[in-house]
């Protein structure tokens, strides 16, 4: 059975912590965050959030 848009949508928004990390620059793959618990997941987020902050912050200079 397939989902339709809005149950799509829903999903995507539950699961965002792993999207980000899949969509991000970081060549995390599907695989690899299948083999991740929460806590590598959460850890992994963290270190996008530094690594964000940190280019936003060279940018300014």
Same mark, same amino acid.
């Given at each position: ?16 912590? +792993? ?5 991000? *620059?970081?060549? =995390? ?5 299948? /083999? ?5 997941? +959460? ?5 996008? *959030?530094?690594? =964000? ?5 060279? /940018?300014?200079?």
């Amino acid at each position: 059975m397939t989902i339709n848009q809005s149950e799509a949508k829903r999903r995507a928004i539950e699961n965002w912590r +792993m999207w980000r990390l899949l969509l991000s *620059d970081m060549n =995390i793959t599907y695989k690899d965050l299948d /083999s991740m618990d929460d806590d590598d997941i +959460m850890e992994a987020n963290a270190a996008l *959030d530094i690594h =964000i902050e940190q280019q936003k912050n060279k /940018s300014k200079k």
